[in-house]
């Protein structure tokens, strides 16, 4: 037999046992309807992925395409404080911000009434260009060589396996996590590939204070085009009020479509709490690969 891991039909009737993609095991279980697990993708050719050194004390993960933001420090996992997906994302936000600062500095000298939103925007122009910068240089860093590392804090890996039920379980409907029959792993499998979440808990911290700041801006900068409004003596400074009241309010609601959005993070980023529950899948079926 030449399949995936996963429950087949045994020889007893109305029960399944686990196959682990060579043989049979001593696992059985009640046929039904129960989650099935998905199993690892194949494995790429190349480097295989997971940690490896890249300069003595660290560790970084290699996804077997491309290095990732997540490393190991002395000891201490987590992820770089600047790391994107697609690193041209960064390079084209951050030139979207620099120029919106220049054309409200230009505005600025024409009124003859310069404000701060300039300085917010190149705040933000600086920020993505550096996001990208980081991003970049570390998928440039060369291919890794030799055996990847497993030290026992970054354990459990993808595959392995602990007891029965072993695979890839969605967490959220582009997400699955690792599940080695008794306890889950720290690591995501979505269309990126394989991320390790040991930064969980301090990206979750980061970003609400990040969210909080970039609030108060935005209210700051509502309140400067609210007094520019106000005290507008013509239609230049009219417009440039009006301006900034309704760019801070878009980015206000940005804001607020990215807080909501950080509630499914929390799920995402956090180990679960209980085991895979009972989905509405055969038991008896194949599991098939989660990409």
């Given amino acids: ?44 050719a190349g480097p295989q992925p997971g940690w490896y050194p890249t300069k003595p004390g660290e560790l970084r993960w290699w996804d077997g395409r491309i290095w990732t933001g997540s490393r190991v420090r002395e000891g201490r996992a987590g992820i770089d404080w600047a790391t994107l997906e697609q690193p041209v994302f960064g390079w084209v936000a951050g030139g979207m911000f620099l120029f919106a600062a220049l054309c409200f500095v230009l505005s600025g000298v024409l009124a003859r009434n310069p404000t701060v939103l300039p300085l917010f925007l190149l705040a933000l122009s600086a920020l993505w260009f550096a996001m990208a910068a980081q991003s970049t240089r570390v998928r440039r860093l060369p291919m890794p060589a030799g055996a990847p590392a497993a030290p026992d804090h970054l354990r459990p890996l993808p595959g392995e396996v602990d007891g029965p039920g072993a695979g890839w379980y969605p967490i959220t409907h582009a997400a699955h996590r690792w599940w080695t029959g008794e306890r889950w792993a720290a690591y995501l499998s979505s269309r990126f590939g394989v991320r390790p979440t040991f930064h ?70 956090l180990l679960p709490t209980e085991p ?3 989905a509405a899948h055969g038991a008896g079926q194949p599991a098939q690969r989660p990409w």
């Fill in 1 to 44: 037999m030449n399949a995936a891991p996963g429950w087949y039909e045994a020889e007893t009737p109305g029960r399944v046992r686990w196959w682990d993609g060579t043989q049979w095991t001593a696992h059985e279980a009640p046929a039904g309807p129960f989650a099935t697990p998905q199993p690892a993708a194949p494995p790429p």
């Fill in 200 to 269: 969980g808990e301090q990206s979750l911290r980061t970003l609400r204070v990040v969210m909080i700041v970039f609030a108060a801006l935005t209210g700051l900068a509502i309140l400067t085009g609210i007094a520019l409004v106000v005290i507008a003596v013509g239609p230049v400074q009219l417009a440039i009020g009006w301006l900034m009241i309704v760019c801070a309010s878009v980015f206000g609601a940005v804001i607020g479509v990215i807080w909501g959005v950080s509630r499914s993070q929390t799920r995402l980023l």
């Fill in 276 to 278: 895979p529950g009972r």
